[in-house]
């Protein structure tokens, strides 16, 4: 049974404007959650983290939003970029490893 | 700079045939993981090693072998290889096995005919 799901496997968005990944886990013991990017033919690149004691947290143009009572936690980036394409993995950090979503595929288009 | 090393990047093989993976990472982490990603499946988490000495089963280890060889090598033997294995591995390793973020290999395409 999926522990974190990204219900949106794919989104697309305009060169400039916001882009909101959203992931939503059902484990309350999970208390690390990061966000991975994947381009084709490559691994996974580590992207941005946030804590379960802290609700926000921002590096440039990636913000991550955690709603520990909702179980659910939201990647922003703005302004989006044609370079930002790609896959964007949520996961979650729990019993001595990390749990991961399916992904969801980001166009941003000029 | 390498970061994780894995070996092949790409390998073709026929139902029934062996092979191992090989990982190997110079961050001097002591955890270790194998994924296979599937085409709408996400990252699955096969086998992993916490720390050097111990390996433990992830999602979907039917078929898989490990062994962590030292504190940087990490390898995955398929034993007789079915078409089902068809995808995509990575290994990653980290610092320790939770609260510390995963750096990975640039994967391994494996088809099995």
């Avoid at chain 1, 208390?31 to 084709?40: A, Q």
């Avoid at chain 1, 370079?83 to 980001?106: E, I, K, M, P």
Wanted: proline fraction near 4%; glycine fraction near 8%.
């Amino acid at each position: 049974d999926q522990q974190v799901k990204q219900n949106s496997p794919s989104l697309s968005v305009q060169e400039g404007r916001i882009s909101i990944l959203n992931c939503d886990y059902t484990n309350s013991m999970f208390d690390y959650f990061l966000w991975y990017k994947k381009y084709p033919a490559e691994g996974p690149t580590f992207l941005i983290s946030i804590s379960s004691i802290k609700d926000k947290n921002e590096d440039g143009r990636f913000t991550v939003f955690l709603n520990k009572s909702a179980k659910h936690l939201s990647l922003h980036i703005v302004p989006s970029q044609p370079g930002d394409s790609a896959v964007y993995f949520c996961a979650a950090s729990g019993l001595g490893r990390l749990y991961f979503g399916r992904g969801t595929q980001l166009t941003v288009w000029p | 700079n390498a970061g994780v090393t894995q070996t092949p990047k790409f390998q073709v093989l026929k139902t029934g045939q062996s092979m191992t993976l090989q990982c190997a990472q110079d961050m001097n982490h002591n955890s270790m993981y194998w994924y296979r990603q599937d085409p709408g499946m996400g990252l699955r988490l096969i086998y992993y090693s916490a720390s050097e000495g111990t390996t433990d089963k992830g999602e979907v280890p039917n078929g898989y072998n490990v062994s962590r060889l030292n504190k940087r090598e990490f390898s995955l033997r398929l034993e007789s290889a079915a078409p089902s294995q068809t995808s995509v591995y990575f290994c990653a390793s980290s610092e320790n096995s939770g609260y510390t973020e995963a750096f990975f290999g640039q994967g391994t395409r494996l088809t099995v005919v």
